[in-house]
Protein backbone atom coordinates (compact mmCIF):
# COMPACT_ATOMS: atom_id res chain seq x y z
CA UNK A 1 0.00 0.00 0.00
CA UNK A 2 1.05 3.62 -0.49
CA UNK A 3 2.65 5.00 3.15
CA UNK A 4 5.30 7.89 4.14
CA UNK A 5 9.04 6.97 4.53
CA UNK A 6 11.96 8.99 5.42
CA UNK A 7 15.18 8.54 3.49
CA UNK A 8 17.75 8.74 6.68
CA UNK A 9 16.72 6.91 9.89
CA UNK A 10 19.75 9.37 11.70
CA UNK A 11 21.45 12.66 11.07
CA UNK A 12 23.74 13.88 13.43
CA UNK A 13 24.98 17.38 12.67
CA UNK A 14 27.12 19.93 14.50
CA UNK A 15 25.77 23.00 16.33
CA UNK A 16 25.16 25.84 14.46
CA UNK A 17 24.97 23.64 10.75
CA UNK A 18 21.77 23.95 8.94
CA UNK A 19 20.28 20.15 9.22
CA UNK A 20 18.16 19.00 6.32
CA UNK A 21 15.73 16.06 6.90
CA UNK A 22 13.62 14.67 4.09
CA UNK A 23 10.72 12.70 3.64
CA UNK A 24 9.27 10.87 0.63
CA UNK A 25 5.53 9.83 0.29
CA UNK A 26 3.74 7.80 -2.51
CA UNK A 27 0.40 8.95 -2.21
CA UNK A 28 -0.36 11.67 -5.02
CA UNK A 29 -3.57 12.16 -3.71
CA UNK A 30 -2.41 13.64 -0.10
CA UNK A 31 -2.20 17.63 0.15
CA UNK A 32 -1.88 18.24 3.28
CA UNK A 33 1.70 17.70 5.22
CA UNK A 34 3.18 18.34 8.63
CA UNK A 35 5.90 17.99 10.20
CA UNK A 36 6.67 17.06 13.80
CA UNK A 37 9.21 16.71 16.46
CA UNK A 38 9.36 14.19 18.87
CA UNK A 39 11.42 14.08 21.94
CA UNK A 40 11.80 11.26 24.52
CA UNK A 41 9.10 10.73 26.73
CA UNK A 42 6.75 13.11 25.04
CA UNK A 43 4.13 13.48 22.44
CA UNK A 44 4.55 14.50 18.67
CA UNK A 45 5.09 18.52 18.56
CA UNK A 46 3.56 20.58 16.05
CA UNK A 47 6.98 22.25 13.84
CA UNK A 48 5.02 23.29 10.69
CA UNK A 49 2.79 22.46 7.97
CA UNK A 50 2.30 23.21 4.07
CA UNK A 51 -0.70 22.28 1.74
CA UNK A 52 -0.26 21.02 -1.87
CA UNK A 53 -0.95 24.43 -3.49
CA UNK A 54 2.52 25.60 -2.27
CA UNK A 55 5.84 24.52 -2.71
CA UNK A 56 7.56 26.04 0.22
CA UNK A 57 6.62 27.62 3.94
CA UNK A 58 8.72 29.30 6.52
CA UNK A 59 8.81 29.96 10.45
CA UNK A 60 11.33 30.23 12.84
CA UNK A 61 14.25 28.89 12.08
CA UNK A 62 12.41 26.57 10.18
CA UNK A 63 11.86 25.59 6.10
CA UNK A 64 9.41 23.36 4.70
CA UNK A 65 9.83 22.52 1.41
CA UNK A 66 7.16 21.00 -0.71
CA UNK A 67 7.50 18.72 -4.52
CA UNK A 68 5.22 17.62 -5.56
CA UNK A 69 6.77 16.41 -9.19
CA UNK A 70 9.17 14.08 -7.32
CA UNK A 71 6.63 13.55 -3.76
CA UNK A 72 9.22 15.05 -1.90
CA UNK A 73 8.93 16.89 1.53
CA UNK A 74 11.95 17.96 3.44
CA UNK A 75 12.47 20.43 6.71
CA UNK A 76 15.38 22.35 6.99
CA UNK A 77 16.44 24.06 10.39
CA UNK A 78 18.77 27.24 10.66
CA UNK A 79 21.39 26.86 12.78
CA UNK A 80 20.72 23.84 14.71
CA UNK A 81 20.64 24.07 18.18
CA UNK A 82 21.34 20.74 20.79
CA UNK A 83 17.31 21.70 21.91
CA UNK A 84 16.84 20.34 17.86
CA UNK A 85 17.84 16.94 19.05
CA UNK A 86 14.71 14.73 18.45
CA UNK A 87 13.18 12.22 16.79
CA UNK A 88 11.51 14.13 13.95
CA UNK A 89 8.56 12.57 11.50
CA UNK A 90 6.94 13.73 8.40
CA UNK A 91 2.64 13.06 8.18
CA UNK A 92 0.64 12.85 5.10
CA UNK A 93 -3.08 13.27 4.85
CA UNK A 94 -5.59 14.08 2.88
CA UNK A 95 -8.08 16.85 3.96
CA UNK A 96 -11.33 15.55 4.11
CA UNK A 97 -9.66 12.05 5.64
CA UNK A 98 -8.85 12.05 8.61
CA UNK A 99 -6.12 9.33 9.26
CA UNK A 100 -2.72 11.05 9.38
CA UNK A 101 -0.03 8.59 8.13
CA UNK A 102 3.36 8.84 9.85
CA UNK A 103 6.29 7.65 8.66
CA UNK A 104 9.16 6.24 11.01
CA UNK A 105 11.30 8.80 11.83
CA UNK A 106 14.68 10.71 11.22
CA UNK A 107 16.73 10.72 15.00
CA UNK A 108 18.23 14.05 15.06
CA UNK A 109 21.54 14.39 16.69
CA UNK A 110 23.39 17.84 17.62
CA UNK A 111 27.15 17.77 18.25
CA UNK A 112 28.19 20.53 20.68
CA UNK B 1 -4.49 27.16 25.96
CA UNK B 2 -3.24 24.41 28.21
CA UNK B 3 -2.57 21.39 25.39
CA UNK B 4 -3.55 18.07 25.18
CA UNK B 5 -4.05 16.18 28.32
CA UNK B 6 -3.60 12.69 28.87
CA UNK B 7 -4.03 10.52 31.84
CA UNK B 8 -2.27 8.01 33.77
CA UNK B 9 1.33 8.92 31.97
CA UNK B 10 2.20 5.59 32.79
CA UNK B 11 0.38 2.18 33.19
CA UNK B 12 1.84 -1.54 34.01
CA UNK B 13 -0.97 -3.98 34.08
CA UNK B 14 -1.09 -7.89 33.98
CA UNK B 15 -2.01 -9.64 30.66
CA UNK B 16 -5.81 -10.36 30.77
CA UNK B 17 -6.59 -7.01 32.83
CA UNK B 18 -8.60 -4.14 31.66
CA UNK B 19 -7.29 -0.34 31.05
CA UNK B 20 -8.75 2.78 30.59
CA UNK B 21 -6.99 5.93 29.24
CA UNK B 22 -8.68 9.65 29.35
CA UNK B 23 -7.69 11.97 26.73
CA UNK B 24 -8.60 15.98 27.66
CA UNK B 25 -8.19 18.38 24.34
CA UNK B 26 -7.60 21.32 23.76
CA UNK B 27 -10.67 22.84 24.57
CA UNK B 28 -12.29 24.95 21.36
CA UNK B 29 -10.91 21.70 19.42
CA UNK B 30 -13.56 19.88 18.33
CA UNK B 31 -12.14 17.36 16.93
CA UNK B 32 -10.29 13.97 18.68
CA UNK B 33 -7.98 11.61 17.81
CA UNK B 34 -6.08 8.18 19.15
CA UNK B 35 -3.02 6.98 17.95
CA UNK B 36 -1.11 4.19 18.76
CA UNK B 37 3.08 4.39 18.61
CA UNK B 38 5.46 1.45 19.42
CA UNK B 39 9.05 1.72 19.60
CA UNK B 40 11.35 3.41 16.17
CA UNK B 41 7.90 4.01 14.84
CA UNK B 42 5.72 6.71 13.55
CA UNK B 43 1.68 7.19 15.35
CA UNK B 44 -0.48 4.87 13.81
CA UNK B 45 -4.03 6.19 13.64
CA UNK B 46 -6.77 4.53 15.55
CA UNK B 47 -9.92 6.46 15.82
CA UNK B 48 -11.22 9.92 15.44
CA UNK B 49 -14.37 11.68 17.02
CA UNK B 50 -16.08 14.76 15.44
CA UNK B 51 -17.83 15.83 19.07
CA UNK B 52 -19.08 13.41 20.26
CA UNK B 53 -19.52 10.87 17.31
CA UNK B 54 -16.63 8.04 16.10
CA UNK B 55 -16.66 8.83 12.84
CA UNK B 56 -13.96 6.12 11.95
CA UNK B 57 -12.19 3.58 13.23
CA UNK B 58 -8.75 1.29 11.83
CA UNK B 59 -8.60 -1.92 10.94
CA UNK B 60 -6.19 -1.86 14.24
CA UNK B 61 -8.86 -1.26 16.34
CA UNK B 62 -9.75 -5.09 17.47
CA UNK B 63 -13.35 -5.32 19.30
CA UNK B 64 -11.08 -5.12 22.42
CA UNK B 65 -10.70 -1.60 21.96
CA UNK B 66 -13.68 0.84 22.41
CA UNK B 67 -13.54 4.48 22.61
CA UNK B 68 -16.11 7.35 23.78
CA UNK B 69 -16.27 11.08 23.63
CA UNK B 70 -19.60 11.45 25.70
CA UNK B 71 -20.15 14.88 25.68
CA UNK B 72 -17.51 15.63 22.89
CA UNK B 73 -15.39 17.12 25.19
CA UNK B 74 -12.94 14.49 27.03
CA UNK B 75 -12.50 11.01 25.71
CA UNK B 76 -11.28 7.44 26.90
CA UNK B 77 -10.01 4.38 25.45
CA UNK B 78 -10.67 1.01 26.85
CA UNK B 79 -8.77 -1.28 26.11
CA UNK B 80 -10.31 -5.02 27.50
CA UNK B 81 -8.41 -8.41 27.69
CA UNK B 82 -5.14 -6.87 27.46
CA UNK B 83 -2.79 -8.38 25.13
CA UNK B 84 1.66 -8.11 25.06
CA UNK B 85 1.25 -6.82 21.85
CA UNK B 86 -0.98 -3.86 23.29
CA UNK B 87 2.40 -2.52 24.77
CA UNK B 88 3.01 0.85 23.20
CA UNK B 89 2.47 4.63 23.93
CA UNK B 90 -1.49 5.76 23.32
CA UNK B 91 -1.83 9.18 22.08
CA UNK B 92 -4.64 11.32 21.91
CA UNK B 93 -4.32 14.72 19.81
CA UNK B 94 -6.97 17.70 19.06
CA UNK B 95 -7.58 19.80 16.03
CA UNK B 96 -9.82 22.65 15.16
CA UNK B 97 -11.06 21.06 12.23
CA UNK B 98 -9.90 18.75 8.74
CA UNK B 99 -6.72 20.35 7.16
CA UNK B 100 -5.74 22.16 10.76
CA UNK B 101 -2.43 20.71 12.92
CA UNK B 102 -3.29 17.90 15.13
CA UNK B 103 -1.90 18.78 18.44
CA UNK B 104 -0.63 15.82 20.70
CA UNK B 105 -0.39 14.86 24.59
CA UNK B 106 2.49 13.28 25.80
CA UNK B 107 0.72 9.98 25.62
CA UNK B 108 -0.03 7.18 27.74
CA UNK B 109 3.15 4.46 28.03
CA UNK B 110 1.19 0.84 28.45
CA UNK B 111 2.93 -1.60 29.76
CA UNK B 112 1.70 -5.25 29.90
CA UNK B 113 3.46 -8.02 32.27
Known amino acids: GESVGLHLPTLSVQEGDNSIINCAYSNSASDYFIWYKQESGKGPQFIID?????DKRQGQRVTVLLNKTVKHLSLQIAATQPGDSAVYFC???????????FGAGTRLTVKP | DTGVSQDPRHKITKRGQNVTFRCDPISEHNRLYWYRQTLGQGPEFLTYFQNEAQLEKSRLLSDRFSAERPKGSFSTLEIQRTEQGDSAMYLCASSRGGGQPQHFGDGTRLSIL
Open chain 1, 50 to 54: IRSNM
Open chain 1, 91 to 101: AENIIGNNDMR
